[in-house]
């Protein structure tokens, strides 16, 4: 047996404290297939060991939740005994260095953790962060990730129903794929990890074990450095239609009282699904790898143990159940093998070839993995910049089109185009508005979907970023006539053992605490992922919040698109101009400055809650939020939405810049006919919300009056070719 | 009137075609697992979209050797009306149903969005909904959708009718810029010599009412329906 020298525990990315702590719990020297389990099973990527304490602050419960975070997924009560069961999940590093692989397999992974609970997946949403885009790795990263993602879910018939897509420098080195499934349960159908019953058979279900991605978990644990490119190994290889005959086996099987509990094999593998369900049980387990299912021969149990191949399931099943449940799987051709118990020594046991090859305590080794309060400092809230602060400029008409053709605003459908989005036939709202909309399947009943997070806001201030993040995924869902119900969390930061950024961590955390609370909209499931750093520069703080919503009536939902000629135009909220971190002053002044706009929850909540009602009551004709490039951007998108422009005036005190480009939160652009935009107007004046008539739709152009006058097909060009144009390299 | 519904590990629009079908019949279609040698007794039968066995080696090429294709050959042959959709039109040419191939699209990407096409040949059971040179919207999604045959086997499709609709603009303009996909002639769908196979790439079921977006898949189930009733 090799000896385990400093250099071998160094290679496995533990500390040296952290060897110490393996040392007193075995009381001798583990063997390296040992070390192996320890190295993945305290990785930051497992573990939590920097964000633990902190995660632990946010709110994560609501009459309404079924079981929040530890789970594979978050599940919530939708009514009529459904469950939605849903999360986030980062494949940042295997995505930056193999773009399809990594981001299919981010996909592969983010579904498997929904359909373990026992739900069939309905809808697959994604955050996408890519470099700057002339950087000269950004066209091959925006290629493989789109084509990976697409294709996992395409394949699947999983439809894609939107995302976001922000383009930055500070992705550069390490760009983010975040991918989010949404599936539909029964709650009396819900299945969890925990293992239970001794002497129950645990079996293996699905593909095959092979040698690839070994150690992907420590990778996702480090920082990049310019050798990235040999890690390319520890990337794993997605098979979506092993996958989908997985899902269909498994809700067959699941529709029987076979199952105890189940865990898929992720990050980590058969190492982290035995120790979960054997941790959270309270029970031990032995593992014969000898008869794990193998792709090639001569795999040792230290690869075994460690590998990150795809579409595999572990269970623990009722006794006696064993063959019925191998025929459902056989009828799919997967595999299926017994390959332990659970025991009641509360060790995990591995034996190959007759031999102990391991030998554990599952409890300590759970209970003692590293928990750490890192040190952190609290970021500096830059100064407010006023609409003042701001020279205007000359030409506002040159403005808009400048932005709506922007890395940050311009149109996606080159992007979502590659997804398939409407299969499984209950897409009701496609991509491109503010929030999806997917039908429970055989109900008239919808949930919303959305993804966001501004980093720019959460670079300036992590607090005001972090609650941002929260409050604008809680209007998208509003916007389109939801009630929102919880969100899922996606945390991306750079290395925790630097103060500042750990202090970003913490300032989002702060922030997302607070909105949730007082927006009663929990965090039910989510991931962290540290060490997005190439060369010691560390990524933007990228919080990606996931926001679910339910639709109790499906006809009662608002879309983006102006609906026809006439109708009176009115906007939602209060406008202070201030131009800080705007899209304005990125795009137009070449400055990423100032603080981000200020988020009042109260003022959120009431608007937004105003603006729900008004759907819910059919006053309303179409609503869009106001987010990224203001109020000018939110009535250019609902115009391109529908090829019908709008006459636009407001009398106001700010200069023109600011009215109609700063972005002020809490807001609102609804369109409603003349009858009813008096009672809106009456209805809002009694809640105190603040609604202003400012123009009519009709025509074929954007005309605010004295400021701009824009036709909605040039508008459409600059904004539709933006990123085809990027994507299309001259001559070839 | 009876359905029949082909269902492969990896079909994934099934599902979606047994909707659109029981929209317009009123009764469900019987869903048919690919390991079953016998077909029902059956007035049509759907081979729907999805990945067929992953669609390893070659879009639709192990489908196209599945036992239960066999059997639906020989329904083809003895005149019973096959509706194949996307992967069920791919399927169906690697069985020799229909003529051609469906290549990779011509832009090497996966391509989901709604097209308008042109009705390119009267076929009352299949298009009889439309009259030749109506517009109708149908979505597509496929990476595979690109129709190809050599030139005698085009030149034979369009002096026979069998083309059934073909990629165009809202106007009914087919142009090169219209040809999502690179197909030969714009086609998204051609019919056998006895005109009772149509395969097409666009999907009819995913548009059967107002709140997915549109109904022009439902008048053309309803009149499939009809005309097989």
Avoid at chain 1, 202 to 223: F, P
Avoid at chain 1, 483 to 510: H, K, S, Y
Avoid at chain 2, 19 to 44: F, K, N, R, Y
Avoid at chain 2, 181 to 202: E, F, Q, T
């Amino acid at each position: 047996m090799t000896e385990i020298t400093k250099e071998i525990v160094a290679e496995h990315g533990l500390s040296e404290s952290e060897y110490e702590q393996v040392l007193s719990i075995l009381g001798r020297e583990p063997n390296r297939t040992e070390l192996g389990i320890f190295s993945v099973m305290w990785s930051e990527h497992c573990s939590y060991k920097s964000s633990k304490k902190w995660l632990k602050t946010l709110p994560t419960e609501a009459p309404w939740v079924i079981c929040g975070p530890g789970e594979n997924a978050g599940v919530v009560d939708i009514g009529d005994g459904q469950a939605a069961i849903f999360k986030m999940e980062s494949h940042n590093h295997p995505s930056f260095i193999e773009p399809y692989q990594g981001a299919a397999t981010g996909v592969g992974g983010i579904l498997r953790d929904v359909f373990t609970m026992g739900a069939r997946p309905v809808a697959n949403m994604n955050a996408l962060r890519f470099g700057q885009p002339n950087h000269p790795r950004t066209r091959h990263l925006v290629s493989g990730v789109i084509a990976g993602v697409g294709g996992y879910g395409n394949c699947m018939g999983i439809p894609t129903v939107g995302g976001e897509t922000n383009f930055h420098s500070s992705y550069d080195g390490n760009i983010l794929v975040n991918a989010m499934t949404v599936g539909i349960a029964d709650t009396d159908k819900i299945f969890y990890s925990a293992a239970a019953g001794i002497g129950n058979p645990v079996v293996y279900v699905g593909s095959k074990t092979g040698r690839d991605g070994i150690h992907g978990a420590t990778m996702a644990s480090a920082q990049f450095d310019d050798d990235s490119e040999e890690k390319r190994p520890t990337v794993q290889v997605g098979d979506p239609f092993a996958e989908k005959l997985l899902l269909e086996a498994c809700l067959e099987l699941m529709a029987t009282d076979a199952i105890i509990a189940i865990q898929d094999m992720g990050a980590a593998g058969l190492t982290s699904s035995s120790f979960e369900m054997a941790d959270k049980g309270g029970v031990g387990i032995r593992l014969d790898i000898d008869k794990v299912p193998m792709r090639e021969e001569g795999m040792t149990p230290y690869e075994v143990m460690l590998s990150e191949s795809q579409e595999r399931m572990l269970m623990v099943l009722k006794p006696g159940s064993e063959e019925d449940a191998r025929k459902i799987f056989e009828k799919w051709e997967l595999d299926f093998a017994v390959i332990g118990q659970v025991t009641d020594t509360g060790k995990m046991v591995l034996t190959m070839n007759g031999e102990v090859v391991a030998d554990l305590p599952v409890g300590p080794l759970a209970d003692a993995a590293p928990e750490y309060d890192r040190p952190w400092v609290k970021t500096v809230a830059p100064a407010r910049i006023k609409a003042g602060d701001v020279t205007p400029a000359s030409d506002l008409g040159d403005v808009l089109l400048k932005i709506m053709g922007s890395s940050e605003v311009a149109s996606r459908k080159w992007i979502w185009e590659q997804y398939d989005h409407m299969v499984m036939g209950d897409t009701i709202q496609r991509p491109g508005g503010d929030a999806a909309v997917v039908r429970i399947h055989g109900t008239d009943k919808a949930l919303a979907i959305t993804t966001d997070c501004n980093p720019r806001y959460c670079y300036a201030d992590p607090e005001t970023g972090g609650k941002q993040a929260i409050a604008e995924t809680w209007r998208n869902l509003t916007a389109t006539g939801a009630t929102p119900l919880a969100v899922t969390d996606c945390m991306n930061f750079g290395n925790p053992e630097r103060p500042e950024i750990m202090g970003q961590f913490v300032g989002c955390i702060d922030g997302m605490r607070e909105a949730c609370i007082k927006l009663d909209y929990p965090v039910v499931s989510g991931n962290v992922s540290l060490y997005n750093e190439t060369n010691g520069t560390g990524i933007h703080p990228t919080p990606a919040i996931g926001g679910i919503g339910l639709i109790s009536q499906s006809d009662h939902m608002a879309t983006i698109a102006f609906k026809s000629a006439g109708e009176t135009v009115l906007l939602v909220g209060d406008t202070s101009g201030d131009m800080g971190q705007s899209i304005y002053l990125k795009e137009i002044e070449g400055r990423e400055e100032g603080a981000p706009p200020a988020v009042n929850l109260d003022v959120e909540k009431r608007n937004g809650d105003f603006v729900r009602d008004a759907i819910h009551n059919g006053m309303i004709t179409a609503c869009h939020d106001i987010s990224d490039g203001g109020l000018a951007v939110t009535l250019s998108e609902m115009a391109l939405a529908s090829n019908i422009g709008a006459d636009i005036s407001i009398t106001s005190d700010l200069p023109a810049h600011a009215l109609y480009f700063a972005e002020d939160q809490a807001r609102y652009v609804i369109t409603t006919d003349a009858l009813n935009a008096e009672k809106l107007l009456q209805n809002a004046q009694k809640a105190n919300v603040p609604l202003l008539n400012i123009g009519t739709t009709g025509h074929n152009e954007l005309k605010i009056v004295n400021t701009l006058a824009i036709s909605i097909k040039d508008m459409r060009h600059v904004h539709a070719n933006w990123l085809p144009d990027l994507m299309t390299v001259p001559g070839h | 009137m009876k359905a029949a519904v082909i269902v492969f590990p990896g079909s994934n629009c099934d599902r979606d075609m047994k909707i659109a079908i029981e929209q317009s019949l009123g009764s469900s279609p019987t869903m048919v697992w690919h390991g079953d040698s016998e077909l029902p007794d059956t007035d049509l039968i759907a081979v729907p979209g999805g990945f067929s066995y992953g669609d390893y080696l070659r879009c639709g090429a192990i489908a196209g050797n599945s036992p239960i294709m066999r059997e639906v050959v020989k329904r083809a042959a003895s005149g019973t009306p096959i509706l194949a959709v996307c992967n069920g039109f791919q399927i169906a040419t690697e069985t020799g149903m229909l003529p051609g191939a469906l290549l990779r699209n011509a832009n090497q990407k996966f391509i989901c969005k709604d097209v308008h096409l042109k009705v390119s040949s009267q076929n009352n059971r299949f298009s009889g909904a439309f009259k030749v040179d109506d517009i109708v919207r149908f979505p597509v999604a496929h990476h595979d959708g690109n129709y190809f045959a050599d030139a005698d086997t085009v030149a034979r499709l369009e002096d026979n009718g069998q083309i059934a609709f073909r990629y165009s603009d809202e106007d009914g303009v087919v142009s090169p810029e219209t040809n999502i996909n690179g197909s030969c002639n714009n086609i998204a769908g051609i019919y056998n010599d006895a005109g009772n196979i149509l395969g097409l790439m666009p999907h009819p079921e995913r548009l059967i009412s107002d709140q997915l977006g549109g109904t022009d898949g439902k008048l053309f189930f309803d009149n499939l329906i009809n005309s097989l009733n």
